[in-house]
């Protein structure tokens, strides 16, 4: 199960993945910053999870998990907007 679920991860994550290994392969001296960069969305992919097994170790059910996001919605998206138009403009102001 657990080689199925990294097969059909891998076309989300390796959207990540390939095109830095691609990058630092050409460019070594961007090695230490792609790194940096591929520790920060690998600790960014794993805390969610963590905290989601950390909760069910503790006992919270699936119906309170499912609960939680159904009564936070607006401020879930809300803030899902800000932080993609802070990372457009980070995006369009580096680049």
């Known amino acids: 199960m657990g080689c199925v679920v990294a ?8 959207q ?10 050409r ?3 961007l090695r ?6 591929l520790v920060l969305y690998n600790v960014m992919f794993l805390v969610p999870l963590g905290a989601i097994l950390a909760a069910a170790w503790w006992g919270v059910g699936s119906e309170r998990m499912g609960e939680f996001p159904r009564r936070h919605l607006a401020a879930f998206k809300v803030s899902m907007a800000i932080l993609f ?3 457009g403009v980070l995006v369009l102001a580096t680049g």
């Open 27 to 29: 460019a070594p001296g």
């Open 7 to 14: 097969l059909l991860e891998s076309v989300c994550t390796g």
């Open 16 to 25: 990540v993945y390939v095109p830095t290994i691609v990058l630092v392969s």
């Open 85 to 87: 138009a802070v990372l």
């Open 32 to 37: 230490a910053q792609a790194m940096g960069w």
